[in-house]
């Protein structure tokens, strides 16, 4: 067993010197279930080592440039919550040989010291983002059954879409806390995603990102940047044997954060700022995080509602506020029945009108006799196309049906279930219920005229991207940003339930 001594040394070799500004970071800020602002932090001394013992007297808290009185102080192992940690791992070709074989054995140990309590899933980047592990999960043989089975073959390195996938992952976490935890050894190289675009998705999912670079290949710059701009850290190693004590100097970091808890009453939705300054060695830190909030405007109704009312009057000195009240009571009956008049007329004159003047709801065509809101088609019933859509669904091409070896789509829903369309190459490929679209889908009222295309990146990846207000969703998860899609993702078209389903024979080629 090393001694402290030793592990100091370590710590030191990996992260750094940590100069004052280090030693304070807010990985996270959220508003609570108990409608109370929430904020976790981290202290750790010069050498990188978490500090411990820490109470209210360490820290002073203001909220938009505003003094917080009182707040409460917490170790996180103290709060019986556990962790979620998205594990990413770079499998890109430079990775090959012993640095792989050095990560695995980092990883596989950081994730046989998780607490019971604690979650992990596991990613692997390279020439895209695939999920080994998808779902947390508290079962830590089969994440490291996983890391085991990692190749690093591929020729690119999708590091900001490893950043993107894994902070929306981050934001599904079944506790808390969450931390992504991302090892690479290069540099992004073919991301269909900005480095800017992971960092604000971070952020606004209010995900930390932690990054490990080691080689002399690795983007610095980049990775202190997406660290700071979430609340992580950065660290850099030279070395294969520091990769072990790197995950153990962070699994400390993470165990032995501190939770800072108050009321905030009226806080209004939107960004907020937070500022925390630590006091600590007579050294004074501070730092500043950014959140957003829904607020708590409805707990404060809940609140004013609950309090008690005030004294009643008495009934021979009846309150002006109850005079106006019996004085406008036969007013508002008296406009209420008119209403209720005026109502049932305009039904009448509504049911009683041509078929050409009442339009669907949903698609805007005229309704037919007997169709109240919603067409046939629209509803879900069979109708016979008129003339006119007999046309103009004769001058539409089919879609093209899917080549051999190539992309394509797999139709999931009836009467199309099973039929597969081609992409093509050179164009998008366009999806709604529209009659010009490359795909068609009639009678579903979630499906937007202009809904999604799918078209391909100068990586030769096929990217989905939404166009419809309703959403689209990939595996379940409404996507917001344009998303890389692998062999099997299953589609959702305004809803979770499955559409389509992307095909890639050559995927892994």
Known sequence: ????????????????????????????????????????????????????????????????????????????????????????????????????????????????????????????????????VEEFTRNKSQVQAEIERLEATDARTVLNEAFFRAAQKGDKAPTTHVAVVVMTDGRDTGSSISLDQAAREAQW??????????????????????????????????????????????LRQLSSQYDLEFSAPGLAAGEHKLAVVLRYRGVDVTRERRFQTQGNAAQEVR???????????????????????????????????????????????????????????YCGKPLAEGEQMYCAACSGAEQKPSPVESVEAASTPPPPPAAPGA????????????????????????????????????????????????????NGRFVLSNLSPNGTYVNSRRIEMPEVLQDGDKIGLGNEEPQLLFVSPRAGA
């Not at 007329?345 to 339009?359: D, G, V």
């Open 205 to 250: 999912r209010n995900v930390p990102i932690y990054a490990l670079g080691f080689g002399a290949e690795i983007d610095r710059r980049a990775l202190s940047q997406i660290t700071t701009l979430t609340g992580g850290r950065f660290f850099s190693a030279d070395r294969l044997t520091d990769l072990t004590d790197f995950y153990a100097t962070l």
């Open 303 to 361: 609140q004013r509602a609950s309090a008690s009312p005030p004294p009643s009057q008495t009934q021979s000195e009846p309150s002006t506020e109850w005079g106006i009240v019996w004085w406008l009571a036969p007013v508002v009956v008296v406009l209420g029945a008119g209403g209720v008049l005026v109502y049932r007329r305009m039904r009448r004159q509504s049911s009683a009108a041509p078929p050409s003047e009442r339009k669907c709801f």
């Open 407 to 458: 992309p394509s789509l797999e139709l999931l829903f009836d009467p199309r279930r099973g039929e597969r369309v081609g992409l093509p190459e050179d164009r998008p490929f366009t999806i709604g219920r529209r009659s010009d679209q490359d795909l068609v889908i009639e009678g579903d009222r979630h499906v937007s005229r202009d809904h999604a295309s799918i078209a391909k990146d100068r």
């Open 1 to 132: 067993m090393k001694t402290v001594a030793t592990w100091i040394l370590c710590c030191a070799a990996i992260g750094g010197a940590q100069t004052a500004s280090d030693r304070l970071t807010i990985p996270q800020v959220r508003m609570n279930a108990s409608g109370k602002v929430e904020a976790l932090v981290s202290v750790v001394d010069e050498r990188g080592a978490p500090v411990r013992g820490m109470g209210a007297a360490n820290f002073s808290l203001s909220l938009d440039g505003k003094a917080v009185p009182e707040f409460g102080v917490k170790p996180v192992q103290e709060t019986g919550s556990g962790i979620s940690v998205v594990l990413a791992m770079d499998i890109s070709g430079s990775m090959k040989g012993e640095r792989i074989r050095a990560a695995q054995r980092a990883a596989a140990q950081f994730v046989a010291n998780l607490s019971p309590s604690d979650y992990c899933s596991l990613l692997a980047f390279g020439n895209s983002a695939t999920w080994r």
